[in-house]
């Protein structure tokens, strides 16, 4: 009875020490650390680029309470206010009518832009500032004169020229959130607008003895959105519209004018436009 309880447990130790030794004899996978996870896009930094597009706009030039039929060379006689009749004024023009319509400008806009953003969560605030050169530019003839002035200032035309337009603006964008994805933001921006404006008016056919042009630089506002996608390797591309809106004020108040007179002075103008420029930066 002594053999057989030894040789038992002699057993049940050899059958507790195999598992061992199998798991011994077994190699040991190596440790695989989890993927690491996908980088997520910051649009937090500072940046500059270019941009070019198209702008349109509309622009009014005003009798004010003082306007005149300038006089000419020597031995034309002198000023005709247009509120009374006389030296070509064949009745009053009321204070406020509009000497050519509506006129209608388009152009190519491009320039260049730079700023700062940074990213919060999915909000991107941000500021930024562009400089860009314009030739838009719209004219038309002086038809609403007519009863007043007579049938040849059908022949006259105004004219307003853009030169260039500058903004500074502040920007709230969102990112990387519901379907955008992190590469996308799309904005609001606003601020404040400079442009060059050039006011000119001549008569077809004799430009250069009837014309006469003033620049004003005026100040204005701008308010207006876009969408930005981040290409890669820093770069990004977006598509933005601009609402710019000057203020009324008076031109044609600096002589000489035209040499045989006649032109309309001074003039109230006012401005407004929409800029829709392609960014690359």
Known sequence: MKKLFLGSVALVALGLGAPAAFAAERPVPAYAPPPPPVPVYTWTGCYAGANAGTSTGRSTQTTVANSILTPGALGVPGPAPLGTPGGGVIAPVPVGSSIAGDLNLSGFIGGFQGGCNYQWGVWVFGF??????????????????????????????????????????????????????????VYVTGGAAWAKIDTSEFLVGNQTGTGHQESNTRTGWTVGGGYEYALGYGWSIKGEYLYVKFDDYTTFTQPPFGGVGLNIAPRASASSSLARPLSLK
Do not use: C, H, Y
Not at 146 to 167: D, K
């Open 128 to 185: 930024e500032g562009d400089g860009m050169a314009t030739d838009k530019e719209g004219q038309n003839f002086e038809v609403g004169l007519v009863p007043f002035l007579g049938n040849g200032r059908a022949n006259w035309i105004s004219q307003t020229q853009e030169r260039w337009l500058v903004t500074a603006r502040g920007k709230l964008g969102l990112s990387g959130w519901g379907w955008f994805g992190d590469k996308s933001m």
